[in-house]
């Protein structure tokens, strides 16, 4: 549990613009409200997971308190039952649902996103801006980004942005464009006129 919370504490401090440093990672960055959420969602599923009997239904009964809290005050509710890996940042406040489903690294949520229960799970380095909504059973692959206000209600492929509602594919994000021409670069490299062309266009795609 402490390797994901420092790892949620160092993707929040660097989401939200704060310089490197003790003070910057440790004290002003758990007080942010988004924050907060994160760190009770990380304490009660360690409390579920606590092997001494007593000592875990205390816990139990104290997450249970200050989830409430968090939920009263900040608006972030996270499911005990959800499994997410490190890096979890609630970058603005008020109107965040997580159900228990099963979300990867590095993500990244808005006010007003609702994962909601049967989602099967969202990829690595996913992105939901403000008021997006996951529904049904869908699953949502590495690297996607999950534009303001859209309802995504089928399955997303990796690498991809999707807006509107219900959602659907606008455009292949920028690092998946860069990968495919830096590959396409390595298999010119025997013409490198070409390829230093190839890759002068990524500032363009």
Known sequence: MLDNVRADLEHARVINGLSPGWFNRWVKT???PGTIGVLSYR?????????????????????AVLRAFVDVVFGVEISVKAEIGPGLVVHTAHG??????????????????AITQGVRSI?????FGPGAKVIGGAAIGNNVRVVANSVVMTDVPDNLTVVGVPARIRW??????????????????????????????????
Not at 47 to 63: D, F
Not at 123 to 127: E, M, P
Not at 173 to 202: I, P
Request: net charge positive; charged share 15%.
């Open 43 to 63: 304490f009660a599923w360690w409390a579920h997971h606590v092997r001494v009997p007593v000592l875990r239904q205390l816990m139990i009964v104290v997450s």
């Open 96 to 113: 965040v649902f997580i159900a228990d489903t099963k979300i990867g690294r590095n993500c990244v949520v808005q006010h007003g996103v």
């Open 123 to 127: 990829g690595d380095n996913v992105y």
């Open 172 to 205: 292949r994000n920028r690092a998946s464009l860069t990968r495919s021409a830096m590959l396409m670069a390595s298999m010119l490299s025997g013409r490198d006129g070409e390829a230093v062309d190839l890759v002068s266009m990524l500032p363009m795609l």
């Open 30 to 32: 758990p007080l942010h």
